[in-house]
């Protein structure tokens, strides 16, 4: 059999997870009724041509409700030139590194972060060394990765942290990308605003998506926020690399964009309420402050000789609860779990009374501890 001349056909860690799992905590906002009647709506009034290529840069009319968007979220003053449309938010990432990466080439990632990062950089023949959120004291780099509220941990990046990396990556000559996939799930504190003149001079760029914030990824439509003359860079390679992105597609995600977001917040807010009761009757990690924003929490393990991994694929085995061990977002986090709590209320009381059922069954793992519950607590305290 032919080698591959890359190891992306071989399965991650996360995917093997995914796979033996029958759900997630995935975010299951309630959007189907507005896109199956906002799509042929939006159709008809941009004009839809199937019997052409589409724009590589993106439909005119969908960037610009990218560009207004932008700007009302960000105080930013950007039009459709600085944007492209892309296949998913992890194109614009593949179309970024594509573009401005050599073999070789060193990117700071923020760590700890999503396993698609590692995947492509590596893959592209970089070398990833971890960079803090904070943008002091970063050696040097072609590239710096950043995300905010960032996965798996929450974090929202601090007012002037971006602007520090911006500038940090403007006297290196190179490019700040930022991760935004989750900028509408900030649930604790606000969000920073942006500078239209670091944009501007050409050393950042912005990726977003449908995805996580409109819970469409079966859409398959993102985003890059550039400089227009960086925009236009990206638009000749992504031209050589892909067609353009699908017009279907497209007219669904000018659909989602008309819809408000702001019911989403205390939705996600009551998800997280859930979470955190039924955490505090589980021993098994350490306590753990909300997360500001995004979908998952970032536990440690309080059993230090447990293992991630195994933790997980016991956890999984023995009660169909999906969570996520940490060396899939960083080296070294094999005392960490992801867990996400995105989904429904009653699908999460659902899985935390699987783990709180396994806990009185007294079941132990390495180390000879077990997934036990808090004294003095009750579990009908994390119900509704």
């Known amino acids: 059999m032919i080698t591959p001349c890359r190891r992306w056909h071989e399965l991650s860690l996360i995917e093997r997870?995914?796979?033996a799992a029958q759900g997630s905590g995935d975010p299951t906002w309630d959007l189907a009724e507005a896109l199956l009647h906002g799509l042929p709506t939006s159709a008809g009034r941009v004009g839809f041509r199937a019997g052409n290529y589409p724009d590589p840069r993106g439909e005119p009319e969908l960037r610009r409700r990218i560009a207004a968007r932008e700007n009302a979220k960000y105080g930013l003053s950007v039009d459709e030139d600085h944007i492209v449309v892309t296949h998913g938010a992890t194109e614009a990432l593949f179309l970024l590194a594509h573009t401005f990466l050599d073999p070789g080439d060193r990117v700071a990632v923020q760590a700890p972060s999503v396993l698609f990062y590692r995947d492509i950089l590596e893959n592209l023949g970089a070398v990833v060394v971890p960079l803090d959120a904070e943008p002091d004291g970063a050696a040097p780099a072609r590239m710096r990765w950043v995300h905010s509220p960032s996965n798996p941990d929450g974090l929202v990046l601090a007012d002037g942290a971006m602007a520090g990396h911006a500038e940090a990556a403007g006297a290196d000559d190179a490019l700040l990308l930022v991760d935004q996939v989750y900028d509408e799930l900030i649930v604790s504190g606000e969000r920073p605003r942006e500078n239209q003149a670091l944009l501007d001079a050409g050393h950042v760029a912005k990726v977003n998506s449908v995805s996580k914030s409109f819970g469409c990824p079966g859409i398959r439509v993102g985003w890059i926020t550039t400089a227009p003359a960086v925009a236009r860079m990206l638009t000749g390679v992504a031209e050589r690399l892909r067609m353009g992105p699908s017009l279907v597609a497209q007219?669904?995600?000018?659909?989602?964009?008309?819809?408000?977001?702001?019911?989403?917040?205390?939705?996600?807010?009551?998800?997280?309420?859930?979470?955190?009761?039924?955490l505090s009757l589980l021993d098994v990690f350490e306590p753990a402050a909300p997360p500001a924003g995004g979908l998952c929490f970032w536990l440690k393990l309080?059993?230090?000789?447990a293992g991630a991994r195994r933790f997980c694929d016991r956890t999984l085995a023995e009660t169909g609860v999906r969570l996520m061990p940490g060396p899939g977002f960083w080296r070294g986090t094999d005392d960490r779990v992801r867990l996400a709590f995105g989904a429904a209320p009653e699908y999460l009381d659902a899985a935390f009374g699987r783990l709180h059922r396994l806990a009185d069954s007294g079941a132990t793992g390495a180390g000879g501890r077990g997934i036990r519950s808090r004294p003095d607590r009750s579990l009908r305290q994390v119900s509704r």
């Open 302 to 305: 309080t059993d230090p000789t």
């Open 17 to 19: 997870q995914a796979r």
């Open 251 to 278: 007219r669904a995600a000018a659909a989602l964009l008309e819809q408000p977001l702001d019911g989403n917040l205390p939705m996600l807010a009551e998800r997280r309420a859930v979470a955190v009761r039924a």
